[in-house]
């Protein structure tokens, strides 16, 4: 194969670095492509991200960015099998690249997807409710998230090079912030080639990502306030970022996805012959082999209770020694490569170092060669630690290959004091049939661990498996893990957004977010807005209804048809007994029957369906003779498709004194 030039993207052109150095496969150590990024202008390129990317980006809503994060998600799809002609160099086979890449391009569409359905078509997120400020209703508080206006560095691990930049990427082009990507050298080719796919489709504002294959420079010397660094790669490497003088000195916001010591465990009711058994050796073992190990969730410790501990050596020995290792393109191959030789040397000195620690090696032989000569292979190395609390180095030393290490517990509090003897981690499994054991387990773990599964022969089918974050999850955890998250649907966007409160009117904030909230001014539609399309609705549009009255012959019809005969709508002595009413009230589903029969336009229109309600609240009893009526407030658009979207109304009914009788919001189906 031809050396590939890889290029830096730096203020919207195409350059090549300086003092390249060449990237061996992990096949078989022939030159891949060469790269570098010395002669670029760092400084430049974060004031282009600053002053072109992040106004360019802030101009668009939510949505139009959600749009433009699924164009990106669908190019490097239709474009994928370019990245898969790349991917075996890194040591990958076809399986371990979905992983990487359509896994990559799936994150992208799952934040498009986020974006329209739970992010306004607006410039601003609302961060929570109001907050009354005073007695009366016009001075409130308001919590608001708006783009930090400065550039975000993202810099990557060599592990994941395309799901790795796009984890990062769709948040934060989500939440309005440019960014600069800086991928791991080993394998930037993978990176640099989804990169390119994302430029070519045109979508992406100028300044919203540049890229620097190869390293940053004095890039962190110009760092500001308003700048975001996330990282992901080895706890070493972070803590010197981290403190880096201008990190420090500017607070710039600094995310951290480490290595951890992530643990696996056979519950305490999963004996041999249970299916939770067969799930555990089969997890540990898949999570040995998937990317050769190297994944940050992957499974370091597995843990079983110590009458097991045998068995579960005898299986997953047996399925290890089933492992074909050999050419990541050969079909059969079921273990590839690490991604280089020297960290197949890094992998062989932390093995030894688990050795020195404690434990001792019962399957493998981390010397041997296997694979294609030049090749970064090595043999699967199970290890075992009968004195775990007296083996420090199993709970500390991460072994960045195809490397697990089992153990003993005692009992469940020392199942759970080993688990969280890690210091924290991103990921860990329990299988367990048994609730109480379940429970008890993860109550006591649960603040170590980013993420926890609980594995079981009623959810294995279903299960994404342990080493998995999703974009809809959190990824990240405590400690050891780095002591941040990211992803989390919305979650994942707040680094990249300050909160600020805003104390005002509701009209106030209505204008400054650019969306309807409750106690702000209403315009009376001057046609009944379900005959609006979505695109002639304007937020804050309402329709004011006529009033019925509710007598008891309506309670009482109600609640012999639908057979709701509840004490308070039935019989007025209990309900005159009771703390809350007066008297026998109207049901809370007749309210919400009535309220619809006032609202409603009957004849097919632009609104397609109801779809549900949300927040809905009673407020004041509505007593037989009492009159309501309903006003009917366009409170947010979005638009799922060309053919379709959601609004969402805020419905309230007053009675004839105008106090609030209820509030929620309803869900409507339109035609944009
Ligand atoms: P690494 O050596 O720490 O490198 C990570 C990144 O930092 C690379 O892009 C590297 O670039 C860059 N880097 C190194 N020194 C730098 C400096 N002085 N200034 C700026 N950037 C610098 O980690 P790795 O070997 O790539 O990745 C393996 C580790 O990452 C494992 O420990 C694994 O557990 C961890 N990891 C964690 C997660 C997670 O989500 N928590 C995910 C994947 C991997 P160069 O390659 O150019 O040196």
């Known amino acids: 194969m031809k050396t590939i030039q890889l290029l830096n993207y730096a203020r919207g052109e195409w350059i090549e670095g300086e003092n390249a150095r060449d990237i061996p496969s992990a096949i078989d150590g022939s030159i891949v492509a060469r790269t570098g990024s010395d002669g670029l202008d760092f400084k430049a390129m974060l004031n282009h ?67 329209r359905k739970h992010l306004p078509d607006a410039h601003v997120i609302l961060d929570g409710p109001q907050e009354a400020l005073a007695k009366e209703p016009g001075f409130i508080g308001q919590h608001i998230m708006t783009p930090k206006q400065g550039a975000a560095v993202h810099i990557n691990a060599f592990n994941f090079p395309v799901w790795g930049m796009l984890e990062k990427v769709a948040p934060t082009l989500l939440a309005g912030m440019p ?154 191959t079921t273990l590839g490569a690490l991604v280089s030789c020297s960290q197949r040397d890094d992998v062989r000195e932390k093995i030894a170092e688990l050795v020195e620690g404690g434990a001792r090696i019962v399957h493998g032989d981390p010397a041997a060669t296997v694979g294609i000569e030049g090749g970064a292979f090595i043999e699967p190395t199970l290890l075992r630690a009968d004195d775990p609390w007296n083996a420090d180095a199993v709970h500390d030393v991460e072994a960045f290959g195809p490397v697990a290490t089992i153990m003993p517990y005692k009992d469940i509090d020392d199942a759970i004091a080993l688990a969280n003897r890690g210091m924290g981690s991103l990921a860990l499994s329990f299988f367990s049939h048994d609730p109480q054991a379940a429970a008890t387990f993860v109550r006591g773990a649960a603040a170590f661990h980013g993420r926890m599964l609980v594995i079981n022969r009623d959810n294995a089918k279903l299960s994404t498996g342990h080493g998995s974050p999703l974009p809809v999850l959190i990824h990240g ?92 709508h039935m019989d007025e002595e209990a309900a005159k007994a009771s703390p809350i009413f ?9 309210i919400l029957s009535f309220a619809a029969g006032l609202f409603v336009d ?7 369906a109801n779809t549900g309600l ?18 009917l407030t366009v409170k947010s658009k979005s638009i799922k498709s060309e053919e379709t979207g959601v609004v969402k109304w805020q419905v309230e009914v007053f009675n004839q004194n105008d106090e609030q009788v209820a509030t929620y919001t309803l869900l409507t189906e339109n035609t944009p």
Not at 71 to 99: C, F, Q, V
């Open 179 to 332: 960014c600069i990507v800086k991928p791991a050298t080993a394998t930037s080719y993978l990176c640099e080639a989804a990169f390119r796919i994302m430029i070519e489709t045109g979508v992406l504002p100028e300044g919203a990502v540049q890229l620097i294959v190869g390293g940053v420079g004095d890039l962190f010397d110009h760092l500001q306030g308003q700048d975001v660094v996330s990282f992901t790669g080895s706890a070493w490497t972070a803590g010197k970022l981290k403190n880096h003088p201008t990190v420090l000195k500017e607070s710039v916001t600094f995310v951290a996805e480490q290595d951890s010591l992530n643990a696996s465990l056979l519950g305490p009711d999963a004996a041999p012959g249970t299916p939770e058994f067969d799930l555990f050796i089969s997890e540990v073992v898949r999570e040995m082999t998937v990317k050769a190990g190297q994944k940050c969730t992957a499974i370091r410790r597995a843990m079983a209770p110590a009458e097991h501990l045998d068995a579960v050596e005898d299986a997953i020995k047996k399925m290890l020694a089933a492992l074909t290792i050999g050419d990541p393109r050969e079909k059969e």
């Open 477 to 568: 955890g405590p400690g050891r893990a780095g002591g941040s998250e990211e992803m989390g649907g919305v979650r994942g966007l707040h680094h990249y957004m300050q909160r600020t409160a805003i104390q005002s009117t509701p009209d106030m904030i209505a204008a400054i977010s650019g969306q309807y909230v409750p106690g702000a001014s209403k315009a009376k539609s001057e046609v009944h807005p379900f005959r609006l399309k979505m695109s002639e609705m304007k937020l804050g549009q309402t329709f004011y209804s006529d009033t019925r009255k509710v007598t008891i012959e309506d309670i009482e019809h109600f609640a012999n048809f639908t057979g709701d005969t509840f004490y308070a």
């Open 49 to 115: 991200a600053r002053d072109v990317g992040g106004p360019a980006l802030r101009e668009m809503t939510f949505h139009e960015r959600a749009w433009m994060l699924k164009s990106l998600g669908l190019a490097i799809m239709e474009r994928k099998e370019e990245l898969y002609a790349l991917n075996p160099h890194s040591g990958a086979t076809r399986g371990d690249g979905w992983i990487d890449i359509d896994g990559g391009a799936l994150t992208l569409l799952s934040y498009s997807s986020t974006g």
């Open 614 to 631: 949300e927040d809905l609240k009673f407020l004041t009893p509505l007593y037989p003779g009492d009159a309501m009526r309903v006003e």
């Open 582 to 590: 007066e008297g026998r009230v109207a049901h809370g589903y007749l």
């Open 602 to 608: 009957p004849d097919p229109g632009p609104v397609l």
